[in-house]
């Protein structure tokens, strides 16, 4: 009988592994055929709005990318983001990401004040993200460069093992913007956060989530808070889900938010800005 549950088990597991390595296996068959093909059909980039606490304006958009399979499913960023960095293949999809969000920053105009592009540390160790970086803001005809933020997360220096910091400075000094992402998650936040010469810090939505009825987080916000602004940052807290976290954070003093409870990541033609080009 033991034998037969062990079996059983052995089994269990097998199923468990196929399934994910087909699960794997699709996501990497649609990655592939989306860079082959139709990019914009099949990597179609989502806007989230992100909110200025004080008014409730839009303070700016997180880009957020999707992948349509041939079935037409929506596969999750946390399902083909990791596949694309083993891959490489997150580089042709980083720069499709960015060309979609500068061309959308310039079709917006003033009414989206800046687009949020995350950018992973497999991207910017690329020897040409820079050069590619400087040729897709001129292409785009973004007047103000401040209007790009580049998101990236502590794993940028930690796992890497080269010196990524010459090439923020480098990203700085076209005028582009940096934000910490998910930042309160991983090892070394507050070296991280000194060394990084950072505009914005998004607080990790572990902090955010339940914060009205939890002392402990709402501690560690007003302290990130404190810290930011003595570091010369502005904070964008993450994952707000309703009414009680925002008003926390509001009276806590936090300048923005994202979220569910403002709105969650939709394409393009659904944010809810009317397009000022003709
Ligand atoms: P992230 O950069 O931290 O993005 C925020 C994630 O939180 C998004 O998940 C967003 O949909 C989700 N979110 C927003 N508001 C709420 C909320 O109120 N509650 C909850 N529970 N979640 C909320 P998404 O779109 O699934 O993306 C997951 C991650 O995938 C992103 O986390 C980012 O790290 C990565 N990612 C997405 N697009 C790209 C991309 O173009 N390039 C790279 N390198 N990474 C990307
Ligand atoms: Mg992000
Ligand atoms: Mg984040
Ligand atoms: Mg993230």
């Given at each position: 009988a033991a034998k037969q549950s062990g079996r059983a088990r052995v089994q269990l597991f097998d199923d468990t592994m196929r399934e994910a390595t087909s699960a794997r296996a699709v996501a990497e068959r649609a990655l592939r055929a989306a860079l082959d093909d139709d990019l914009e059909a099949w990597l179609p980039v989502w806007f989230q709005p992100i909110v200025s606490?004080?008014?409730?304006?839009?303070a700016g958009a997180e880009a957020l990318a999707r992948l349509k399979t041939a079935d037409g499913n929506l596969v999750p960023p946390g399902e083909f983001i990791p596949l694309a960095e083993e891959t490489g293949l997150i580089v042709p999809l980083g720069e499709h990401v960015l060309r979609t969000s500068l061309n959308q920053l310039v079709a917006w105009g003033d009414a989206v004040p800046y687009i949020s592009v995350n950018v992973s540390p497999r991207q910017l160790a690329e020897p040409g993200f820079v050069p590619m970086l400087t040729a897709e803001l001129t292409r785009a005809g973004?007047?103000?460069?401040?209007?790009l933020v580049l998101e990236i997360t502590e794993t940028t220096m930690?796992?890497?093992?080269?010196?990524?910091r010459d090439r923020l400075d480098a990203i700085k000094t076209l005028g582009v913007r940096l934000a910490l992402d998910?930042?309160?998650?991983?090892?070394s936040s507050l070296t991280w956060l000194q060394s990084v010469p950072a505009d914005i810090v998004k607080l990790d939505r572990s902090f955010v989530a339940g914060l009205a009825h939890d002392q402990d987080k709402a501690a560690i916000i007003a302290a990130v808070l404190w810290l930011a602004r003595a570091l010369g940052m502005t904070v964008v807290a993450e994952g707000v889900e309703d009414q009680a976290d925002a008003a926390a954070l509001a009276s806590a003093g936090c300048p923005a938010a994202q979220g569910w409870f403002f709105g969650r990541p939709v394409e393009a033609s659904a944010f809810g800005v009317v397009s000022a080009v003709t």
């Open positions: 606490l004080h008014d409730r304006r839009l973004l007047a103000d460069p401040s209007r930690l796992e890497r093992g080269i010196d990524l998910d930042f309160g998650t991983g090892y």
